[in-house]
């Protein structure tokens, strides 16, 4: 039985193809993107306005208890600390940027930066607390020459301090620790305003930087991405107009994807901000261990929309399953969900639509699409028809995306008010990265669902890089390959890399879920990886995911003949994995090379499975 999705506003979009004498075909929206304003802070000033005592951003404190700021209260706050950052003397030249995670103080200084014209800089805590040599951070701060850091706790980031901060660079805390030189940022919020706030936010404009946003360097160092007011808030149109439901009532998001991202960072702030909707800030994480605080503000917040990455669903599914009662709340007031970064697995999908049904009697919809953080992000989007892994739709409004023949495949570019104009300080890169048009080059490939029904949207098709040919000269689609890997090896498979660059066939190197497959093997979780996954049901299970791979084969280029199981995780700092979780192809391939080699031998080690 077919059930209907639950009855919400959506956008239309009504294709418009044109094929050029070069071979590259132009494609857009019929519908035009609607007028926005020039600042993303006007939609602050505007909500302070009309709705001053909504909650804007909500967290919770040690306590367990919601810490909640209204419109009203976040503007008079953002006002004393632009004075204090203004006090400071920062500039596009030496800007404020945040090395610390989500928190309520991280967002007023975000928005008090960016209401006087001063950019910020999210920075992935994870250069600063995970890494060792902090490579990636010292890289950061000798690109932009901030003018003030900011920390959450200082004894946390007092390594990370010592090896990269200058010494004309002051620095702010939440929690300073009494570390030498460190400012508590609750000191800045009773700086006494001046008519220097008013100048400087009126001299602001949609040219203005914004921010920068690193991309996550998982082909080598962070690229410095400018963001300007306009991109901003032209993608904050796309979106209400993808989805215009946002604008019918408050969004609320319980959200936890972190800002230095452009999904948690762009996409789902600007959502709250720009249709004046509630922020409730969760410190949880799609991991063993972090996941039980999403749940428990689940328990309690019922979103209107909900943005995840797929591991996030996967285990909010587990949990949906067993609890009637966190079930009834996360979905009585879901209108959307929407998925980015990595495919959502087929059984996952299809068990959010049941358990969607069993609670409301009606499916909610899930959309994706496509997007970078050179896009602010959205580029395209999944209509809810068509809406599954892999397909990301057409173009938003006011986004034209040029098709260019590539290898036999197309190569997708996007031109719009919401691209970057360039890489801060990387004039060579930002020239690399554009083409002869000023169509910024994402690097992707993608085709249609259909050819004869352009209508139907898109297919991504894999990244034009990672692409590589057989020594038969046959090319291999990395993408979609990789996508089959780990959609047929789920919930065991993580991620998985593809070899074979000039060898006779395709091989995989898979990084497992040492859980799951502890689970399988019947080990507890004392057992060493190593151990797990040379154990019988384990190697049982990935060579049966490659006899099933090999009867779904078309050919060579499809067909896996060999893979090993990665007992090491990918590494941070060798530029393998970023900190959100995406893996680097090459990287991987180039730091194990001796795997690789292992794989071609023609008597290869026996943690190799095979099925020749």
Not at 66 to 86: F, N, P
Not at 478 to 501: C, N, Q, T
Request: hydrophobic share 40%; charged share 25%; proline share 7%.
């Amino acid at each position: 039985m077919s059930h209907p999705f639950r009855d919400v506003r959506l956008g239309t979009a009504t294709a418009k193809l044109l094929p050029r004498a070069d071979g590259t075909q132009l494609l857009n929206v019929e519908e035009p993107l609607g007028d926005y304003p020039a600042t993303l802070l006007e939609c602050l000033h505007r909500w302070a306005r009309e709705a001053p005592d909504r909650t804007f951003v909500a967290r919770r404190d040690a306590r367990g208890e919601w810490q909640r700021l209204s419109y009203a209260e976040t503007l008079t706050r953002v006002r004393h600390l632009a004075q204090g950052l203004l006090n400071h003397g920062l500039s596009p030249e030496r800007p404020l940027a945040i090395l610390g995670g989500n928190s309520i103080e991280h967002l007023l200084l975000a928005l008090a930066a960016m209401y006087v014209g001063i950019p910020f800089a999210p920075v992935s805590p994870a250069y600063s607390l995970v890494s060792r040599d902090f490579g990636k951070l010292r890289h950061i701060v000798e690109l932009l020459t901030p003018g003030l850091l900011m920390v959450d706790r200082a004894e946390d980031f007092a390594a990370a301090l010592a090896a990269v901060r200058p010494d004309d660079c002051a620095c702010l805390a939440v929690v300073p620790d009494g570390v030498s030189g460190v400012q508590d940022v609750a000191e800045l919020l009773a700086t006494p305003v001046t008519e220097a706030v008013d100048a400087a936010h009126a001299a602001v404009t949609p040219d203005t930087i914004a921010k920068f946003l690193f991309t996550s360097g998982s082909t080598g160092m962070p690229k410095g991405v400018i963001n300007t007011h306009r991109m901003l808030c032209a993608n904050q149109e796309m979106l209400a107009a993808q989805m215009p439901f946002l604008r019918d009532e408050p969004p609320v998001l319980v959200d936890w994807l972190p800002w230095n991202h452009t999904f948690g960072g762009n996409h789902n702030i600007g959502i709250v901000l720009y249709n004046g909707g509630s922020l409730y800030i969760d410190d949880g994480r799609p991991v063993p261990g972090e996941f039980e605080k999403t749940i428990a503000n689940l328990r309690e917040i019922s979103p209107t929309v909900y943005f995840n990455v797929p591991k996030g669903f996967e285990i909010l599914v587990d949990y949906l399953k067993r609890d009637d009662a966190l079930r009834e709340t996360f979905f009585s007031r879901l209108n959307l969900m929407f998925f980015a970064a990595a495919g959502l697995s087929q059984h996952i999908w299809d068990e959010l639509d049941r358990l969607a049904v069993q609670t409301l009697g009606c499916k909610v919809g899930m959309l994706t699409g496509l997007g970078a953080t050179e896009t602010a992000p959205s580029a395209m989007f999944a209509s809810l028809e068509e809406s599954q892994s892999g397909v990301v739709g057409l173009p938003a409004r006011g986004v034209t995306v040029k098709l260019v023949p590539n290898g036999g495949k197309l190569e997708c570019r996007v031109k719009g008010p919401s691209v970057m104009p360039g890489y801060w300080r990387q004039p060579e890169v930002t020239a690399r990265s554009f083409d002869e048009e000023g169509f910024y080059c994402l690097g992707d490939a993608v085709r249609f669902i259909d050819p004869a029904e352009p209508q139907r949207g898109m297919r991504f098709d894999g990244r034009i890089s990672e692409d590589f040919k057989l020594d038969t000269g046959t090319w291999v689609s990395v993408g979609p390959l990789r996508a089959r890997i780990i959609e047929a090896g789920a919930p065991h498979v993580k991620d998985a890399v593809i070899a074979g660059l000039d060898k006779p066939y395709v091989s995989a190197m898979v990084f497992p879920d040492l859980e799951k497959c502890r689970e399988l093997a019947g080990l507890d979780g004392t057992a060493e990886a190593s151990v797990v996954l040379a154990s019988e049901p384990v190697r049982e299970r990935f060579l049966q995911l490659l006899r099933d791979l090999d009867a779904q084969s078309t050919g060579s280029s499809t067909r896996v003949r060999r893979l090993v199981l990665l007992d090491a995780p990918p590494r941070l700092d060798a530029h393998e994995v970023t900190d959100k979780g995406s893996i680097s192809q090459r990287a991987v391939l180039e730091n194990r090379a001796e795997v690789v080699v292992g794989l071609y031998r023609d008597a290869p080690p026996p943690a190799v499975l095979r099925l020749d």
